[in-house]
């Protein structure tokens, strides 16, 4: 399209657009928006596409609509500043009174309630349309408004799979550090006072489509994201729970409908959602909101049709660009014109349903036809200010393409501070049907803002952060609980993988057939220490046998099995959705890859009365290749984890997680193998083949060397001990070893110096009990006597043998009780304020 796109910039030939539409695809999906059960679109129609086609604007035409931009910014604020201030625009009849106050969207209680405020929306997005004419504007979003973080993904994932083309293009604006600006706009929010303000961003969680946005933003700003229940409101102020206790909010970067923002004010069936008693605090000006609650206002496209009276009214300025022409069906003389002239245009709500409120999953339904041959509907002649008609525009594409060229609409972000204004410089092209509210954002593009060669000015950042306001780096309480069960299911989904590549081999190298009734005590050891208590899997365990395929299956695949390496990905997954603004993109793309193959493999077992997919006769089982992608992935991630993510606080509690899962699998495996030892040798049928094997210097346990091998410890042993495997040498090095990986010592003085990290992290004063817990199992454990235990005599004492099998299950209850001891001390804020908050509000506290 000549009119949007000059002839002269590079475009890339047909046969390029093919493959390159699958990149892009890749790229989308790695980011984790539609597999595994994430894709929050309907049907069949993806949540998010990127077209290969950039719309590029240059310099002249991006000058003028940025300075309108500007202007429709301040216009909108100061409008938002009359309605819910001294409402002049009402009073001297520029607006209809009952257009604004029978508004669902103008929320009463926010009247008078920042009276002081000059920029009530801080981030808005403004729909353009481009029409033979020109460009017009269309709608507003000033509520929370969506698609900033995927107009800036979209230039990402364009410039790495398009490079020829972006590289051939003349000098284009950057947009990468467009989060920055929003950071530094919110930081502005803060009192006089803040010297360093602590500012978070409000979610509802990972069941909202657009959490990614919310996740990606935060991510990008070094925020933390938190949802209703992680902040608290006492004494009028509002409060963060993090592991250092409650830390006070002075900035909340909103991202939840405002309807459901204080169930104390408004009425919602969400109560989790938002923040009891959050009104009051804006109103004491303890915390600032962002956007304002009410800016929801001014989305409706009823105000459209009054946009040149109201910016003379406001700004005495006249608009520099037009708006789409709006008629109002509550007015008189448009209604007449919309009767008259029906045919030409479409009557739309004055607000998109549900925009801006995905807390469903689910498109909106089809509504009834709002006008036919008999004229206006009675949903609309009952309710006539909130509907609007429009003309039906002939929208302009990005390209001529081999699509049929859809209608493109430009999305651009503004961010306002008073009259301060940063304008994207670029936006979110969308393709396609404009009348579309699904909760989805669909097929887009990238916009391509080119530089004016006579501009100085380049794409210098107009952000400063000192270091004086930099906000420390605070880790919430919910945060810091996903980050620690992250570690335990990738603990186990590779322990469990591990053994299962390793049983079968160990049965054919080191057992023979007269010794495979040793496996019982292997078996029941290392299930009960990867979680497979399932009775169908315990009576199906054959001690005298290898591996079953049913049984290889139910460890592996089985999503009905807890415990599977599936299933164990699958929470692992789960909890890293949770912390989308914590785990780093390298480390969810390989999770998400992950949990993808092994959707994959699932897939592939026949289902009895269905045709089956069809596979390779040859090769691994598919059990096999789960077990080959969970080792191989796991470790991945756990280097790039390392490599990618911030050693903090966050980091010791992924990797206290790893470590006590890790203690309690090797301690739980140690318990059956060495008290099964200790029994067989008191019995009468061992008692010849102890004495036999008095008369030589070792005695073979192949049962012990197979569970070095499944714990990972073989060389370690050969290298501390230097000799087979015996009981003593065996139960010393994952007893009491401080050196060795799988020791029970080792993972917990990682833990102890994790804990330690942490408080000096937090700056934390006073006893800690999760260290002094950690600290007595220590003791518990370099005090266990082996040398009573294993002595020169081979047959064992029944009592010292008893003894041996109590303290090993001693030890497991101390392992199993040291999870709600760091839970009730950093997860949980029932026994633990921050030493900030005053008595009075820890009695308030107390009672809510």
């Known amino acids: 399209m000549s009119s949007v796109r000059s002839p002269q910039y590079p475009t890339l030939h047909p046969a390029q657009l093919r493959p390159l539409r699958g990149r892009l695809r890749a790229s989308i999906r790695d980011a984790g928006l539609t597999d595994f059960g994430l894709n929050p679109g309907s049907g069949a129609q993806p949540f998010w596409e990127l077209e290969p086609t950039p719309l590029v604007i240059d310099a002249p035409e991006w000058s003028l609509l940025e300075a309108a931009l500007r202007q429709r910014a301040h216009f909108v604020n100061a409008l938002l500043v009359d309605l819910y201030g001294s409402q002049q625009a009402l009073h001297q009849q520029i607006l209809p009174p009952e257009l604004v106050l029978s508004d669902p969207y103008y929320r009463r209680p926010c009247l008078g309630l920042e009276p002081d405020r000059a920029s009530p929306a801080t981030l808005l997005r403004f729909d353009l349309v481009k029409t033979a004419g020109g460009w017009l504007f269309d709608d507003t979003r000033a509520n929370t408004p969506i698609g900033l973080s995927y107009a800036v993904q979209n230039r990402r994932f364009m410039t790495q799979e398009a490079t020829d083309l972006y590289r051939a293009l003349p000098d284009y604006h950057s947009v990468i550090n467009f989060p920055l600006q929003l950071l530094d706009h919110l930081r502005a929010l803060a009192p006089d006072d803040a010297r360093a303000p602590s500012i978070v961003v409000l979610t509802a969680g990972p069941h909202d489509p657009f959490y990614s946005e919310h996740s990606f933003l935060a991510r990008k700003m070094g925020l933390p994201l938190a949802r209703g229940d992680d902040l608290l409101v006492l004494d009028n102020r509002v409060y963060f729970k993090t592991i250092a206790g409650l830390e006070r909010v002075d900035v909340i970067y909103r991202r939840l409908n405002e309807a459901h923002i204080d169930p104390v004010v408004f009425s919602t069936d969400r109560e989790n959602a938002g923040i009891p008693g959050l009104l009051q605090c804006i109103r004491t000006g303890n915390v600032v909101i962002a956007n304002s609650i009410g800016t929801g206002i001014a989305e409706s496209r009823a105000l459209n049709a009054y946009v040149p009276r109201l910016m003379r009214f406001y700004l005495g300025e006249k608009p520099l660009l037009g708006t789409v022409p709006t008629y109002i069906c509550g007015d008189t003389d448009h209604l007449d014109y919309i009767l008259e002239n029906g045919n030409d245009l479409r009557i739309l709500p004055a607000h998109d349903p549900r925009h801006g409120d995905w807390h469903s999953t689910q498109a909106p339904a089809a509504s009834p036809a709002l006008f036919g041959p008999g004229g206006l509907s009675r949903i609309v002649l009952e309710n006539p200010h909130a509907f609007v008609a429009q003309p039906k525009l002939q929208l302009l594409p990005v390209s001529p393409g081999p699509r049929n060229a859809p209608p493109a609409r430009l999305s651009a972000f503004v961010l306002c501070n008073g009259k301060r204004f940063s304008v994207f410089p670029g936006g979110l092209v969308r393709l396609g049907d404009i009348d579309s509210a699904a909760a989805r954002i669909g097929a887009t593009a990238d916009a391509v803002v080119l530089i004016d060669t006579q501009d100085n000015s380049g794409d210098i950042a107009d952000h400063e952060a000192?270091?004086?306001?930099?906000?420390?780096?605070?880790?919430?309480?919910?945060?810091?609980?996903?980050?620690?069960?992250?570690?335990?299911?990738?603990?186990?989904?590779?322990?469990?993988?591990?053994?299962?590549?390793?049983?079968?081999?160990?049965?054919?190298?080191?057992?023979?057939?007269?010794?495979?009734?040793?496996?019982?005590?292997?078996?029941?050891?290392?299930?009960?220490?990867?979680?497979?208590?399932?009775?169908?899997?315990?009576?199906?365990?054959?001690?005298?046998?290898?591996?079953?395929?049913?049984?290889?299956?139910?460890?592996?695949?089985?999503?009905?099995?807890?415990?599977?390496?599936?299933?164990?990905?699958?929470?692992?997954?789960?909890?890293?959705?949770?912390?989308?603004?914590?785990?780093?993109?390298?480390?969810?793309?390989?999770?998400?890859?992950?949990?993808?193959?092994?959707?994959?493999?699932?897939?592939?077992?026949?289902?009895?009365?269905?045709?089956?997919?069809?596979?390779?006769?040859?090769?691994?089982?598919?059990?096999?290749?789960?077990?080959?992608?969970?080792?191989?992935?796991?470790?991945?991630?756990?280097?790039?984890?390392?490599?990618?993510?911030?050693?903090?606080?966050?980091?010791?509690?992924?990797?206290?997680?790893?470590?006590?899962?890790?203690?309690?699998?090797?301690?739980?495996?140690?318990?059956?193998?060495?008290?099964?030892?200790?029994?067989?040798?008191?019995?009468?049928?061992?008692?010849?083949?102890?004495?036999?094997?008095?008369?030589?210097?070792?005695?073979?346990?192949?049962?012990?060397?197979?569970?070095?091998?499944?714990?990972?410890?073989?060389?370690?042993?050969?290298?501390?001990?230097?000799?087979?495997?015996?009981?003593?040498?065996?139960?010393?090095?994952?007893?009491?070893?401080?050196?060795?990986?799988?020791?029970?010592?080792?993972?917990?003085?990682?833990?102890?110096?994790?804990?330690?990290?942490?408080?000096?992290?937090?700056?934390?004063?006073?006893?800690?009990?999760?260290?002094?817990?950690?600290?007595?199992?220590?003791?518990?454990?370099?005090?266990?006597?082996?040398?009573?235990?294993?002595?020169?005599?081979?047959?064992?004492?029944?009592?010292?043998?008893?003894?041996?099998?109590?303290?090993?299950?001693?030890?497991?209850?101390?392992?199993?009780?040291?999870?709600?001891?760091?839970?009730?001390?950093?997860?949980?804020?029932?026994?633990?304020?921050?030493?900030?908050?005053?008595?009075?509000?820890?009695?308030?506290?107390?009672?809510?």
């Open 466 to 848: 000192s270091a004086a306001g930099v906000q420390a780096n605070t880790l919430g309480s919910r945060a810091a609980e996903h980050l620690f069960w992250l570690g335990r299911y990738l603990e186990r989904a590779e322990a469990t993988a591990r053994m299962l590549s390793i049983l079968d081999d160990v049965a054919l190298e080191e057992i023979s057939a007269r010794d495979r009734r040793r496996w019982l005590p292997i078996w029941r050891g290392l299930l009960e220490a990867t979680g497979h208590t399932d009775h169908k899997i315990s009576a199906r365990a054959n001690p005298h046998a290898s591996l079953s395929t049913d049984l290889m299956w139910r460890m592996s695949l089985d999503t009905a099995n807890s415990s599977s390496i599936y299933s164990s990905v699958s929470w692992a997954v789960e909890n890293a959705r949770q912390l989308r603004d914590y785990v780093s993109p390298e480390v969810w793309t390989t999770l998400g890859r992950l949990l993808r193959r092994l959707d994959d493999l699932h897939k592939l077992r026949p289902v009895p009365g269905r045709r089956p997919v069809a596979r390779p006769e040859t090769g691994p089982s598919l059990p096999t290749q789960a077990v080959q992608a969970v080792l191989t992935e796991i470790n991945a991630m756990i280097g790039l984890a390392a490599r990618t993510m911030v050693q903090d606080a966050g980091w010791h509690f992924l990797h206290m997680g790893m470590h006590l899962e890790r203690a309690t699998m090797t301690c739980s495996a140690l318990r059956h193998i060495l008290s099964a030892l200790d029994s067989a040798a008191t019995t009468k049928d061992s008692a010849a083949e102890a004495a036999a094997a008095a008369k030589v210097p070792y005695r073979d346990n192949p049962e012990l060397s197979a569970l070095l091998r499944m714990l990972g410890s073989q060389d370690a042993y050969r290298r501390l001990y230097q000799m087979r495997s015996q009981p003593r040498y065996v139960a010393e090095l994952f007893l009491q070893q401080p050196d060795a990986p799988r020791s029970i010592f080792h993972n917990l003085h990682q833990i102890k110096t994790s804990l330690r990290a942490i408080r000096l992290d937090v700056r934390e004063q006073g006893d800690d009990p999760t260290i002094e817990a950690v600290s007595d199992t220590l003791h518990f454990i370099a005090s266990v006597p082996l040398a009573r235990h294993f002595n020169d005599d081979p047959l064992l004492d029944d009592t010292e043998a008893a003894k041996l099998g109590d303290t090993l299950a001693d030890l497991l209850d101390r392992l199993y009780s040291l999870h709600p001891v760091l839970s009730d001390h950093y997860f949980s804020h029932q026994a633990r304020i921050a030493p900030s908050v005053t008595q009075v509000e820890l009695k308030l506290g107390t009672a809510v």
